[in-house]
């Protein structure tokens, strides 16, 4: 595909209940991030996936929160047993790596949106 | 403690009265700086990168500059098809990270 793809793109869901976000980078690229967007708020950083390197999993909020991701191609997070304060958009971002000094330029997807009743 | 600082937090303009938007870092080592437009429900879209102090970037109204301690996107007279969140985000070296600022809010009103 063209761009970063996310789905759902809305998420209802009662308070206790599981839920699993899924996010498809752009084909090629070997980074995979998730943040969280609360209302009003900046982007928080939840985990971030490197190739085949052992995931960075230092934003993650609480235990309730994990994520996969197979390979370079698709990431779920998974949310156990959500709270009203689940309650935002996730966000995920995929680059490329690129080796040396400069940054690589993030991509966005859509996001998928969480309402936890 | 890497930081980025966006301002203002909103502004209201006029059609055609071009202003700029700051975004001040501190980082040790920079290895880019990332402008974003983000609108209403939607994900961030990206607009620049910048790697050194002194380079310019546009793209139609916006420009953006960078120097060793800020960035500015500058707009230039304005359409209220511009209004949205602009999120800037650095990139530190030594670190895969993005360090985000809460972004400017702009309405642009016909």
């Known amino acids: 595909g063209a761009g970063v793809s996310q789905s759902p793109s809305n998420k209802v869901t009662e308070k206790g209940k599981d839920v699993e976000l899924r996010c498809d980078p752009i084909s090629g690229h070997t980074a995979l991030y998730w943040y969280r967007q609360r209302l009003g708020q900046g982007l928080e950083f939840l985990i971030y996936f490197q190739g085949n390197s052992a995931p960075d999993k230092s934003g993650l909020p609480s235990d309730r929160f994990s994520a996969e991701r197979t390979g370079e191609s698709v990431s779920t997070l998974t949310i156990q047993r959500t709270q009203q304060e689940d309650s935002a958009v996730y966000l995920c971002?995929?680059?490329?790596?690129?080796?040396?000094?400069?940054?690589?330029?993030?991509?966005f997807g859509p996001g998928t949106r969480l309402l936890v009743l | 403690e890497d930081q980025v600082t966006q301002s203002p937090e909103a502004l209201r303009l006029q059609e055609g009265e071009s202003s700029s938007l700051n975004c001040s870092y501190t980082v040790s080592g920079l290895r880019g700086l990332f402008w974003y437009r983000q609108d209403p429900g939607k994900g961030p879209e990206f607009l620049f990168t910048?790697?050194?102090a002194g380079e310019e970037k546009e793209k139609e109204r916006l420009k953006a500059t960078l120097t060793k301690k800020e960035s500015f996107l500058h707009i230039t007279a304005p359409k209220p098809e511009d209004s949205a969140t602009y999120l800037c985000a650095v990139q530190a070296a030594g670190t895969y990270k993005y360090i985000f600022g809460t972004g400017t809010r702009l309405k642009v009103l016909a």
């Open positions: 971002a995929s680059s490329s790596r690129l080796a040396g000094v400069y940054g690589e330029t993030q991509y």
């Open positions: 910048l790697y050194s």
